[in-house]
């Protein structure tokens, strides 16, 4: 395995190399790095974009595949639109997206990141039933605690921060753009095509959604389909604060249909976890491993000790 190594005074840090293609059996995933850690939020969207950490996301939308394969390997019965097998997957809710992500950590012994009652399988399985907080001790800290998330799970839905950033932040320039192309201006309109400086949205509803990995070109970062496509699950709640386990969820990108402002960074609503809806979907993103909250934690520790000397 490849190793990134940090070093600072009266430190030693050892983090892995983090990105590339991740195999969960009979479906893949391939994950982006999102690095620049520390950037500061988004002056025209206060309190967005601002993310402590490096992480990882996926380079596309989570496939109508990758939830059939899924549902066979782990028993999920996760309940999707068939359009094709390399569509997005719609239709599904956040409480479903959430259980295919635990699914993603316990099928590979990584702690789930979402707590459930039931769980796919198990012989009283409730789809629809409120998701649990975890308490302060297990939640996710970085960045503000998070009691949805819990603080060791590798994979998870991405925060409306850590989505934000990977859309729309340029880490090279420390720069944020309107749209998911690295401009200020929309992209070409397009039904599919990977064409530089064009997204999926502005078709006939009839039109559908493109393929995951035909779906407009790329963010600064590397993501396909944050501009258009199918609307996006976030993991953020939509008062920003993830401690009420009822409360509607962020939604943003645009759809194939949408107009050009739909797909502009400042454009985002609410929508129920227990409700799926045609035009949305979701991806996911990652941690390099599980324990890398007390990695990144040492991390900056040793940053910072270097800075005061």
Known sequence: MKLIFFLAPLCFVVFPASGGTVSFGTFSIDFVDIGNPGNADDIHFPNRGGV???????????????????????????TQDSRGNDKPSTSISWNEAARFVNWLNTSQGFQAAYDFKTQ??????????NLRLWSTENAWQLGGENLFRHKDAKYFLPSADEWYKAAYYDGNTSTYFDYA???????????????????IYGQTFATGPAEIDNAGSLSPYGTMAQNGNVLEWNETASDGANNWDQEERFLQG??????????????????????GDS????RIAAI??????????????CAMIRRKR
């Open 254 to 275: 645009g759809a194939w249909f949408g107009l050009p402002s739909r797909i502009k960074s400042h454009w985002f609503f609410g929508h129920s976890p227990k409700a």
């Open 181 to 199: 192309n690295g401009k200020d201006t929309a992209p070409a309109s397009v039904a599919s095509g990977t064409a530089d400086n064009t997204a």
């Open 279 to 282: 035009i949305v979907g979701f």
């Open 52 to 78: 402590q950490y490096n992480y990882q996301i996926g380079v596309n939308e989570v496939s109508e595949d990758m939830i059939l394969k899924a549902n066979i390997a782990g028993g999920l019965g996760l």
């Open 120 to 129: 796919p399988g198990d012989g009283g399985y409730d789809p629809n039933e």
């Open 288 to 301: 390099p491993e599980p324990s890398t909250l007390s990695l990144v934690l040492a991390g900056a520790a």
